[in-house]
């Protein structure tokens, strides 16, 4: 097993309350197990961290999704942001885009530079066509990861979400509240 990790936090997960009260329900010998894989994410987590301090901060995350799964062709959202990305980009800003921040990186340095963008971008902005693409697996991370950043921050973070070609009623509740 190699353990990865695709939703750093900064928080050791070694002081993680619910790691903690976990181990009280294993044996020794199984604890032990669990306490040497909470070791290498614990040290996973602290070279991500360590590197996306390295990364420059970033104004604007726009989060959608890139690839649809039934056809493995790209979406109209990635389309929308792409120009949504150059419009911004020639105003000055410095935009998380996905296909182009990461595509001289290696699948294993994604999360350093995501975590990075999240952490540092004061907007994020959410775009989609279809409902189920603000639930896909990846979308869904990023967006709740940056509700919980804005919450926890002393910085003030701000989520819009742009949609189009359904009713703001279809969106997920955690979003519909910034709609």
């Not at 032990?32 to 961290?49: D, F, M, P, T």
């Not at 039934?70 to 996905?98: C, N, W």
């Not at 003030?156 to 969106?171: D, H, N, Q, R, T």
């Amino acid at each position: 097993r190699h353990p990865t990790c695709h939703r750093t936090q900064s928080e050791s997960i070694l002081s993680d309350p619910d790691y903690q009260a976990a181990l009280q329900y294993f044996d020794s010998e199984a604890a032990a197990v669990i306490e040497e894989q909470a070791r290498e994410i614990n040290e996973i987590q602290s070279k991500i961290l360590e590197i996306s301090r390295k990364e420059s901060p970033y104004d604007i995350f726009i989060c959608y999704k890139e690839t649809d799964d039934d056809t493995d062709e790209r979406t109209e959202d990635s389309t929308i942001a792409q120009e949504l990305y150059y419009s911004l980009i020639k105003q000055g800003y410095k935009v998380f885009f996905a296909r182009k921040t990461l595509e001289q990186k290696l699948g294993s340095e994604f999360e350093p530079v995501i975590y990075a963008a999240l952490n540092s971008a004061k907007v994020m902005i959410v775009l989609g066509t279809r409902p189920e693409y603000f639930n896909a697996v990846w979308v869904r991370n990023e967006w709740s990861r940056f509700i919980k950043m804005a919450r926890d921050s002393k910085d003030e973070k701000i989520i819009i979400p742009a949609y189009k070609g359904f009713s703001a009623y279809e969106l997920p509740n955690e979003l519909s509240i910034f709609q």
